[in-house]
Each structure stands twice: as structure tokens, then as C-alpha cells.
């Protein structure tokens, strides 16, 4: 069964500084990937997709990923971090049209130090 | 577009009663799926449906929990009778139909309903 694994529970960065955080899948084909943002109180929101084509992908509040086939992997980074971005952040994919359902990882919590 | 909504956003209730959440999904999307999120298990999906007909309902806890779509404009999850372990926020989302040409295969959640069993 398809599985999506974030490594890291809980990271802490500074207000400015880079950031990424880590999405690695297991799965046989190349399946569709997500990255949403969940703001306290709040549901889940999409920050970009991979489908296919270039593998560097842009998405909304300056966030960017990066599918790496050979590292089975899908990166979300942002060059600059605002205390806004202080969030939980799950990556998802879908294994292919007919699979219907998303796999979510256990989710990423980012603290931004001011 | 206003978005998934559900109702309501907070309740309260006492452990036995019944509680019914509800969700009215983007126009247009044809698959709706319900999620319970709490701090001990993450994120789980209850169950969903494709063109109001359910699909998958292996989340679902247990017997007490129940799930309809009675029209592609409006879902309901109910508890009965409910327990304190089922305090909870709970989720709906909805997905446009699926194509291979767009892979627009992303949710819009709805901003939940925390759920209360005291």
C-alpha cells in the first residue's frame, strides 16, 4: 500500500531564514502530490500539486516543491519564512485517477521565531 | 464560491445523545469525504463518496457512526449514540470529478466542526 512519510515532526526556524520540509512516498509509479497548510482553528488548505511536467512547482504564499523521482521525495521550501507561516503542513498523494482517495502524512509543525 | 461549509462549528454535547454534522460541498465537485482529526491520531478518513454514492467507508469507528448524501449538494455524519472518545474536530472536503488532463485532484476542506462529548 502507498505510504507518505514527513520525517520531521516539529521544526522551529527564524523569521527570514529558508526554510523545507521533508515528503518522502512509497509508491511503484509516479503518483499526483500535494502539500496543504492548516492554520489553527482552521481546515486544510492547498498549497501546490505535482502532476506531471516540470518537476519544480510553484504555489501559492511563496512556497515552491520539488518531485525527485530518484528520491522518491517532494520537498516544500520558501526562501524567506514569515511568522505567518507558522503552521501544520501535510504532504498527500494520489496514487493514480482510479485510487480516489488521498494518503496524508502525520504532518510537519513549523515555529517561526520572531 | 463560498467554499465547503459545515455545520456547526462547535458542539457540545452530553456522552449519549446523537449529533449530526453536516456539509454542503463545493458546486461542481463530485466526490466528498469526511475526516476526524485529533492530537493522538492525526488526520483519518471516515469515508467518501463519488457522485453521492459512498466508496470507502473502512474508516468509519464503529456501527454508532453513519453517513449519507442525499444530493450532491449536501452530506451528513452522524453519531449515535455518541462517547466522549469521539471529542474530535471533524472535517468534510470535497474533490472535482477526476481528469487525466489537469490532475486537479486537490481538496477544499471546510473549516470543521470540534466536536465536544462530555
Known amino acids: 500500500a502507498q505510504s507518505v512519510t514527513q520525517p520531521d515532526i516539529h521544526i522551529t526556524v527564524s523569521e527570514g531564514a529558508s526554510l523545507e520540509l521533508r515528503c518522502n512516498y512509497s509508491?511503484?509509479?509516479?503518483?499526483?502530490l500535494f502539500w496543504y497548510v492548516q492554520s489553527p482553528g482552521q481546515g486544510l488548505q492547498l498549497l501546490l500539486k505535482?502532476?506531471?511536467?516540470?518537476?519544480l512547482v510553484q504555489g501559492i504564499k511563496g512556497f515552491e516543491a520539488e518531485f525527485k523521482r530518484s528520491q522518491s521525495s517532494f520537498n516544500l521550501r520558501k526562501p524567506s519564512v514569515h511568522w505567518s507561516d507558522a503552521a501544520e503542513y501535510f504532504c498527500a498523494v494520489v496514487p493514480d485517477t482510479n485510487a480516489g482517495k488521498s494518503t496524508f502524512g502525520d504532518g510537519t509543525t513549523l515555529t517561526v521565531k520572531p | 464560491d463560498a467554499g465547503v461549509i459545515q455545520s456547526p462549528r462547535h458542539e457540545v454535547t452530553e456522552m449519549g445523545q446523537e449529533v449530526t454534522l453536516r456539509c454542503k460541498p463545493i458546486?461542481?465537485?463530485?466526490?466528498l469525504f469526511w475526516y476526524r482529526q485529533t492530537m493522538m491520531r492525526g488526520l483519518e478518513l471516515l469515508i467518501y463518496f463519488n457522485n453521492n454514492v459512498p466508496i470507502d467507508d473502512s474508516g468509519m469507528p464503529e456501527d454508532r457512526f453513519s453517513a449519507k448524501m442525499p444530493n450532491a449538494s449536501f452530506s451528513t455524519l452522524k453519531i449515535q449514540p455518541s462517547e466522549p472518545r469521539d471529542s474530535a474536530v471533524y472535517f468534510c472536503a470535497s474533490r472535482p470529478k477526476l481528469t487525466d488532463r489537469d490532475g486537479n485532484y486537490g481538496y477544499t476542506f471546510g473549516s470543521g466542526t470540534r466536536l465536544t462529548v462530555v
Open positions: 509508491y511503484g509509479a509516479t503518483p499526483y
Open positions: 505535482y502532476f506531471s511536467g516540470d518537476t
Open positions: 458546486s461542481g465537485h463530485n466526490s
